[in-house]
């Protein structure tokens, strides 16, 4: 059942004292419920179609009261190494003088074309440089306790923490806030980080809780905006409820087309919107 959410104990589920007894795991539970905080208690497995592990539990951390955080890690590529040699053209404008050193051209349309550049770290473009810092990251949180999912290569657990990771973006789910530093103090260590606190915004998604209720909003008001202004549509907008009552063909005799945003553009902007919110 590759394509479901496997959810065991998360209705009736309690804290026990010794960690989370809402233990869920992608796919199968059998084996990977000893890779979660504690065993299952639950007796039923309630099967939902899959969602991303990141909605999933920001919506189980809201019903649980679990703490949460947020980490980005700051040009988190180059902090890798690379893992076979690799080489650049030199940038155009600059040029390697006599003296083998690197030098800015007085034409700034220059191409050095007789030397190469051999990189001393991962560098954004190449096509190995997200499996390098995957592995770098991989193996300092499995250095620190955690285990990696089967399933899911971005799940990482341990029996007080989760951490779901997201490129360069991590979010941190745990009882209490003490651990969730501990960790990102250890982190801290062997990467350059920045904590950006509890989570409120991921990927672009505005996030809102409310613990009362035990509910949780995602909004993604900024990329509705950017939309709207790339089709210059505002407050002052003439709009109708159903835009057009029947099928459009082309009009021949028609005005000029004279809109100047994309098209593409602006299509996959609202398949984002419709696909990731």
Request: glycine fraction near 6%; charge should be neutral; hydrophobic fraction near 35%.
């Amino acid at each position: 059942m590759p394509n479901y959410l496997a959810l065991s104990g998360v209705i009736g589920a309690n804290i026990s004292q010794t960690g989370f007894s809402l233990n869920t795991s992608h796919a199968c539970v059998s084996t990977e419920k000893n890779r979660h905080l504690d065993a299952i208690t639950g007796r039923h497995t309630l099967l939902l179609p899959h969602v991303p592990p990141s909605v999933y539990y920001l919506h189980l951390s809201t019903i649980r009261n679990l703490q949460t955080h947020q980490v980005d890690y700051t040009s988190a590529f180059p902090q890798a190494d690379l893992d076979v040699p690799l080489y650049m053209r030199v940038p155009q404008g600059w040029f390697v003088n006599g003296n083998g050193k690197f030098q800015q051209h007085t034409d700034p349309k220059y191409n050095d074309n007789n030397h190469y550049l051999r990189l001393k770290k991962n560098l954004y473009g190449c096509k190995q440089t997200m499996r390098n810092w995957f592995r770098l990251l991989s193996e300092g949180l499995r250095k620190l306790g955690f285990s990696q999912s089967k399933t899911d290569s971005c799940l990482f657990l341990r029996h007080d923490c989760i951490i779901i990771v997201y490129v360069d973006d991590c979010l941190f789910f745990s009882q209490n806030t003490s651990t969730i530093d501990q960790v990102i103090a250890s982190l801290s260590a062997s990467f350059k980080l920045n904590d950006e606190g509890d989570v409120s915004a991921f990927s672009g998604v505005q996030i809102s809780k409310d613990i009362i209720n035990k509910s949780i909003r995602f909004t993604q008001p900024g990329l509705i905006d950017q939309i709207l202004r790339d089709v210059g549509l505002t407050t002052y907008s003439k709009g109708k409820d159903m835009p057009c009552d029947s099928i459009l063909h082309p009009d021949p005799t028609g005005p000029e087309h004279t809109e100047s945003w994309n098209y593409r553009s602006v299509i996959g902007k609202l398949n984002y919107l419709a696909n990731n919110t």
